[in-house]
């Protein structure tokens, strides 16, 4: 089965910075494009960034300018820089892999990101 595995969520300042992994396992055949998904307390799930297979990348308006999706695709991982970070940016992260001609969609177990002073 495929498995995606979280890491680099934590505790920071406001200003400061954090990257979060996310490593895919298992047998992807062809990536389509992958993703972060973020939720808040009482909100609802929402897309933070994506990124396809040919290059292109998206961003919530609210994080456009601070943060980064990247890609090795070697090491079959998912980045995402988080620069200036805000406490509104506080929320459990979820990386995405959507893959195939199934245009199956898999989720990490969430990496919590907590900004406060």
């Known amino acids: 089965q495929v498995q995606l595995v979280e890491s680099g969520g934590g505790l920071v300042q406001p200003g400061g910075s954090l990257r979060l992994s996310c490593a895919a396992s298992?047998?992807?055949?062809?990536?389509?494009?992958m993703g972060w998904y973020r939720q808040a307390p009482g909100k609802e799930r929402e897309l933070v960034a994506t990124?396809?297979?040919?290059?292109?990348?998206n961003y919530a308006d609210s994080v456009k300018g601070r943060f980064t999706i990247s890609r090795d695709n070697a090491k079959n991982t998912v980045y995402l820089q988080m620069n200036n970070l805000k406490p509104e940016d506080t929320a459990v992260y979820y990386c995405?892999?959507?893959?195939?001609?199934?245009?199956?969609?898999?989720w990490g177990q969430g990496t919590q990101v907590t900004v406060s002073s």
């Open positions: 995405n892999v959507n893959s195939g001609w199934r245009r199956s969609n898999y």
């Open positions: 298992g047998s992807i055949f062809r990536i389509n494009a």
């Open positions: 990124l396809t297979s040919g290059g292109t990348t």
